[in-house]
């Protein structure tokens, strides 16, 4: 089968738009695409994250396993649950209205621990609604330090707002802005958490739309606006701070490329390996172009081969 027919084909098959297939195959090869479009079909289980701000871990599994819920500790991230078996609607817990956890995927429990925020520092995450990241940042400074919380769309200030009251956060503030104009603010950050806005190539798993949602001049748009972020990132940090670059996209276009090209003729920053408990080094050579030899010290997360959401995380520390 030529190469035309083996995209149409699985194009058909999976339901995707071909031009996503053909550059999946560039990515990973015919087996692996199969074992990526396959891993697609299969329900995520539903994962929690403990907020320790409230609650201890054993208190809360206690308390759902009394519900009859079943619950599994996840390798590597403290504090996060898989749920196995749920006899009732999780949100609908009270346990969830008080705040003793959130209901959020398990790779974007990652990016909090990665950027890894201490109690005495400046913290900005300039994307923070709904907020799941957010009120994680919060947990893990204590409730301490200055946590600036950025959001362009007034609408879903509100989900933000109501979390972070939820979940019992103190050490932070709401600016409704455009993160692209974050040096208005005058302030200088130990750490900033970029959780980009993206074409969610990675979240087909869960959302089966976003198959045949996005075309590639979406992928080209959404990569103008990520520079932009980028760029107004790194130069709000202070020297040694550090920056988390992450989507849930697994489009090298929206990731490495968006690194490479604000990076590349820099030598004010370093990319910095990151320890996480899932993943796979990130692409330093992709269709047939060669980036930045460190974008290896990046991390890409994918359905296939870690049963979760395809994310990607990259951190950017500040030398000079």
Do not use: W
């Not at 329900?43 to 819920?69: A, C, D, M, Y």
């Not at 749920?83 to 959130?102: A, C, D, M, P, T």
């Not at 503030?173 to 950050?189: E, F, H, P, S, V």
């Not at 276009?253 to 990151?274: A, G, M, P, T």
């Amino acid at each position: 089968m030529n190469q035309e027919k083996l995209i149409e084909e699985l194009a058909t098959r999976f339901g995707y738009l071909p031009y996503m297939i053909e550059r999946y195959l560039k990515m990973f090869g015919l087996e692996e695409t199969i074992r990526y479009l396959e891993a697609n079909e299969k329900p995520l289980i539903p994962s929690i994250r403990v907020n320790t701000l409230k609650i201890g871990p054993h208190e809360l599994k206690g308390l759902l396993e009394r519900k009859g819920f079943v619950l599994e500790l996840i390798d590597g991230i403290p504090n996060g649950f898989k749920i196995i078996k749920q006899s009732l609607n999780v949100g609908s817990l009270h346990e969830y209205l008080q705040g003793y956890f959130y209901i959020q995927n398990i790779a974007s429990m990652i990016a909090p621990i990665v950027l890894n925020p201490k109690s005495n520092e400046v913290v900005i995450d300039m994307c923070s609604a709904p907020g799941g990241k957010a009120t994680h940042l919060a947990e893990l400074m204590k409730n301490e330090g200055k946590l600036i919380l950025i959001e362009r769309n007034l609408k879903r200030i509100a989900a933000l707002e109501i979390n972070v009251r939820r979940m019992g956060v103190k050490n932070t503030i709401i600016i409704n802005m455009d993160a692209r104009k974050l040096k208005k603010l005058k302030i200088k950050a130990d750490k900033i958490l970029l959780d980009a806005p993206c074409t969610g190539e990675g979240l087909i798993r869960q959302d089966s739309y976003r198959k045949k949602s996005k075309t590639y001049q979406d992928i080209k748009k959404m990569a103008r606006i990520q520079k932009e972020l980028l760029l107004a990132g790194l130069n709000m940090l202070k020297t040694n701070g550090e920056l988390l670059y992450c989507t849930c996209s697994i489009a090298p276009e929206e990731n490495e490329f968006v690194i490479d090209e604000c990076l590349n003729n820099s030598s004010q920053y370093q990319i910095v390996k990151i320890e996480s408990p899932l993943g796979i080094p990130g692409f330093n050579k992709v269709f047939d172009k060669n980036l930045i030899k460190d974008l290896q010290n990046s991390v890409r997360i994918y359905p296939h081969l870690h049963d979760t959401i395809g994310f990607f995380f990259c951190l950017i520390k500040k030398e000079i």
